[in-house]
């Protein structure tokens, strides 16, 4: 099966399980274009964790059909993924301390496969380049 050339993985390490149905925000970044502009991050994909806790399909996969019509092939840069946990944790009857994490990372090598990982608590997360 062809996936994303960027994927996630959260865990709940307070229940010892996958997270299932996190709302996920892949963005790009864009420099400031003159002196004291604005740098921002604009919104390329979104996706949700299955009941593995994982997101599989943010962008289309690599040289396919979809990813050529949809000018979506990865390219060098900073990119940040936004995971929505305030509504994941709610769903589960329990407070969260963070209602998102945002992890930022930059690619250099797009031919390279990138995979988030993410361990969540309500009062703690932490993440890793993974493989």
């Not at 299932?20 to 604005?38: D, H, K, M, T």
């Amino acid at each position: 099966m062809a996936k994303s050339p960027i994927t996630c993985h959260i865990l709940d390490s307070s229940l010892g399980r996958p997270a299932e149905g996190v709302q996920i925000r892949l963005q790009s970044f864009y420099p400031a274009s003159e002196p004291n502009g604005a740098e921002m991050f604009l919104p390329l994909a979104e996706g949700v964790t299955n009941a593995d806790g994982r997101c599989l399909d943010l962008l289309p996969p690599r040289g396919s059909e979809e990813a050529k019509v949809e000018d979506a092939e990865l390219k060098p840069g900073t990119y940040k993924i936004v995971f929505k946990t305030k509504p994941y944790f709610e769903a589960t009857g329990r407070e969260s301390f963070y209602p998102w994490v945002e992890v930022s990372f930059t690619i250099t090598n797009p031919a390279e496969h990138y995979h988030i990982p993410l361990l969540i608590s309500p009062f703690a997360f932490t993440t890793y380049r993974g493989s």
